[in-house]
């Protein structure tokens, strides 16, 4: 995932491949980050991204801030301020938002890296924002994987489920999934620091004797804990979901149905990609992948699908939220206790914090399915 702040514009070299005796010189950091492929006596530099992704990219981000941080700060004030976290899944809806902040507050960095060419914030700065960014995308990714667990347990195991999926217990295991994020990014703190690089200022990971072990291990963390266990739980949680509304007979049946798979695509579509260029990025230190120009393609194809990534930040508010017909009800309330605020309604009765989703473990089959609305 670091590509984002490392290829983000390419290293500036106007030389796509040296052969034989050439090399950069020892001070230059792009030296770093080149990949050697001694066997071959290639080194092959990072180019610069092309024309339109340059203009592309700042576009994109600054669309994505904006719309991402209008759904995720709706989201907050609903639970903050309207339902006032009752449930397990309330607990976990609140800390998605929070990650999805997390990586959309690292947008305008990148929007400014991406139109400078150079970072212009400082060395701290660069620690910082580089494992804001990785403590969102792993908290991300985690708080969807533990609500696809919370959904398994409320519709398949209901009558067991209640006693466990209490806010007091969502709220102790958000506590684990922020400190494994915490720790999963830690490499990221270390090693990102600033750089010279060609005379332009840059924020690069910089590895222990410029050992690409490091980099490698890196991108198979993410690999692991940012998709395949993820993948795996999701896969085994909505498989069991889907067979257990098969037993259901009723008209909300297929609705549920399409949401999930529709929770299952987005993640899909959003983070696959991603993972398997890391893991081709992987290959390519390794020297597996020893061709000049398909490293050239492949530092694009990091930045297309991280910013493809950066996408379900600004979906997730409308899949895991707005979709459920008790958490738009409280949009509704809310939106029209603000605009009668704004105009002196008197009258105005009280909002009632009511929950709406009063199910009990007895519920019935069909009674189940009701309750994958606010669930899903």
């Known amino acids: 995932m670091e590509q984002n702040l490392t290829y983000l514009l390419g290293s500036g070299n106007s030389e796509d491949m040296l052969v034989g005796s050439t090399s950069p010189t020892p001070n230059s950091s792009a030296y770093e980050y080149a990949f050697d492929y001694s066997e071959l006596h290639i080194i092959c530099y990072p180019e610069s991204i092309p024309a339109f992704a340059s203009t592309l990219f700042p576009v994109l981000y600054s669309l994505l801030f904006v719309t991402g941080l209008m759904g995720n700060a709706l989201v907050l004030w609903i639970l903050t301020v309207f339902i006032r976290i009752k449930t397990m899944t309330d607990v976990y809806l609140l800390n998605l938002a929070v990650s999805d902040l997390l ?87 270390l090693f990102f620091q600033e750089v010279n690089d060609n005379d332009q200022i840059k924020c690069l990971p910089h590895y222990p004797g410029g050992n690409n072990g490091w980099k490698i291990l890196c991108n198979f963390i993410v690999n692991i804990l940012g998709w395949l266990i993820p993948v795996g739980v999701l896969i085994f949680c909505y498989c069991s979901i889907l067979k257990n509304l098969q037993k259901c007979h009723t008209k909300d049946k297929y609705k549920a149905i399409k949401l999930v798979f529709t929770v299952v695509i987005v993640f899909f579509l959003s983070w696959t990609p991603v ?64 605009a009668c605020f704004l105009v002196n309604c008197k009258y105005y009765r009280a909002f009632s914090g009511h929950s709406l989703d009063r199910h009990s473990s007895q519920n019935t089959k069909s009674s189940q399915l009701s309750f994958v609305g606010p669930v899903l």
């Open 103 to 189: 990586l959309v507050f690292s947008l305008p960095f990148l929007v400014q890296y991406s139109i400078m060419s150079q970072w212009t914030f400082g060395n701290a700065l660069c620690k910082i924002i580089s494992s804001i960014y990785f403590i969102g995308f792993y908290s991300n990714v985690f708080f969807i994987t533990i609500m696809s667990i919370d959904r398994y347990l409320a519709i398949v195991h209901s009558h067991h489920a209640q006693g466990i999926r209490t806010a007091a217990r969502g709220v102790l295991s958000s506590m684990v999934v922020w400190a494994v994020a915490i720790l999963a990014s830690m490499p990221d703190f």
């Open 275 to 338: 993972n398997i260029v890391l893991f081709l990025d992987s290959l390519r230190n390794m020297s597996i992948i020893n061709d000049c120009q398909t490293s050239h393609r492949l530092d694009l194809a990091i930045e297309l699908t991280e910013a493809l990534s950066f996408v379900h930040c600004c979906l997730n508010p409308v899949i895991y939220a707005f979709v459920g017909v008790k958490f738009r009800k409280y949009v509704r309330e809310a939106f029209k206790k603000s």
